[in-house]
């Protein structure tokens, strides 16, 4: 047995003869090793290039031989597990163009699998060499789908704007006159008093609460306990809150502003109504919500808008746009309606999905021949007929009594009517008395 230690071994008598030699790369391993600087690739870039042609030829004949073949298939089979979507196809070319790249373009090299996007030949091709989609398109902390292909994203995030028109609505390219992006759930708030449009992505938070609510009046009569109850009046709203994100820097400028108007939607608009020298008065803001097939376009009013900022959420860093990526709206509606509220056959409390309920509305004036008597069908007919007639009389005197002047008019109903008794005239109410009366 032979023993050997390691300890004793006299290294410095061992002395290479490559440090001996003033000859740089004896065997002549490559042809275009740099003798200047190496500036940032190691040994020149044409050192460096030779090194990725030879790993390349070298990779090459591997991949001819069985284990070569055996290798492409076991990654193939691998990649096709991945759990992630999208990522299952293997990309062939990544271990050939990761030879080829030095270690200072590390950062160029290819994702091992092939991320088809969109599925078309386009994408499929882009992403096999390593020039798929930017990262902040495909790989936001929220993705927006189009309804009509789940699989293609897009930009829902439009701009504030709008049209004269209903169906005008604002894109993000244009703020009027575009027909714009369908989401999945339909989510719009017009400003009935400047005639525009905000429209956010429909990411509800917390769900949406429809309250009903009536405040009756009660009277107690001496001698009882018990109370009546007269009806008073009725109130409905609707609560619910949306999440608002900006997938990118370009969303920022369009999701603020978006914000801004909603804020202003609890508050006034000062305008003129009769010329320039009457003075500003106040509009009340009403609103056409939509949302789903619940509420569409539906009048009413905001009590409330709250905006919450999450404290987890990032903000923006350059001057003059340092504000939050997500924020929270909350909002409190009133509802007005498009009909009178009453409990019948046929109201519709909602409005499109009305449509799909099987009991028609009832028929208020509609009588019943097998009940009525006919001779009092007939007198009440006569009785219409002759209120109505009375009615556009009445109208045609007003309208001829409101083309007199002031004193034409008191003189006029003065005569008919005498002292102590109203008219009217241009729609106000008047006394027929004079001063002396």
Do not use: C
């Not at 004896?26 to 042609?53: H, M, T, W, Y």
């Not at 078309?120 to 789908?145: Q, S």
């Amino acid at each position: 047995m032979i023993e050997i230690n390691p300890q004793k071994i006299d290294y410095t008598k061992r002395i290479s003869e490559e440090r001996k030699s003033p000859v740089q790369n004896p065997k002549k391993l490559v042809n275009n090793l740099s003798k200047g600087q190496d500036f940032i690739f190691r040994g020149g870039l044409s050192l460096q290039a030779e090194f990725g042609k030879q790993n390349v030829e070298r990779f090459q004949r591997f991949l001819t031989t069985p284990n070569g073949k055996l290798f492409v298939a076991q990654q193939a089979i691998l990649q096709s597990l991945n759990p992630k979507r999208g990522t299952r196809i293997y990309n062939p070319l990544a271990p050939v163009i990761s030879k080829a790249l030095p270690q200072e373009l590390t950062h160029l090299k290819p994702k091992r699998h092939l991320d088809v996007g969109d599925g078309g030949l386009i994408g499929t091709f882009r992403n096999l060499i390593g020039k798929g989609e930017p990262p902040e398109r495909t790989e936001n902390a929220v993705k927006f789908f189009s309804r009509k292909n789940p699989s293609k994203t897009m930009d829902l995030q439009v701009r504030y704007g709008g049209t004269e028109s209903m169906t005008d609505y604002p894109t993000r390219k244009h703020t009027m006159g575009g027909k714009g992006d369908n989401d999945f759930i339909k989510f719009r708030i017009r400003d009935a008093v400047n005639r525009k449009w905000i429209i956010f992505p429909a990411l509800l938070d917390g769900g949406i609460t429809d309250n009903s609510s009536t405040s009756p009046s009660t009277i107690s009569y001496i001698g009882r306990a018990d109370k009546v109850h007269i009806y008073g009046g009725y109130t409905r709203t609707i609560s619910f809150a949306i999440d608002v994100v900006a997938q990118r820097e370009s969303d920022i400028a369009i999701l603020w502003e978006k914000i801004n108007y909603a804020k202003g939607l609890v508050l006034p608009k000062y305008q003129q109504f009769f010329g320039k020298n009457d003075s500003s008065r106040p509009v009340a803001p009403i609103i056409y919500l939509t949302l789903g097939d619940l509420f569409n376009n539906t009048p009413g009013f905001f009590t409330s808008v709250n905006l919450t900022i999450p404290a987890n959420s990032t903000w923006e860093l350059e001057n003059g746009r340092q504000v939050p990526h997500l924020a929270k709206l909350a909002f409190d509606f009133t509802y007005i309606g498009k009909e009178t509220p009453e409990n019948r056959v046929g109201a519709k409390h909602f409005d499109n999905i009305s449509d799909l309920f099987k009991h028609p509305p009832e028929e208020l004036t509609k009588v019943d021949d097998t009940v009525a008597d006919p001779k009092s069908k007939r007198e009440m007919r006569r009785e219409q007929r002759t209120a109505r007639r009375e009615d556009r009389k009445g109208r045609r005197e007003q309208r001829r009594l409101d083309r007199k002047s002031f004193g034409e008019a008191f003189k006029k109903k003065r005569a008919e009517l005498g002292a102590n008794k109203t008219f009217t005239w241009r729609g106000k109410q008047y006394n027929t008395n004079r001063a002396d009366d």
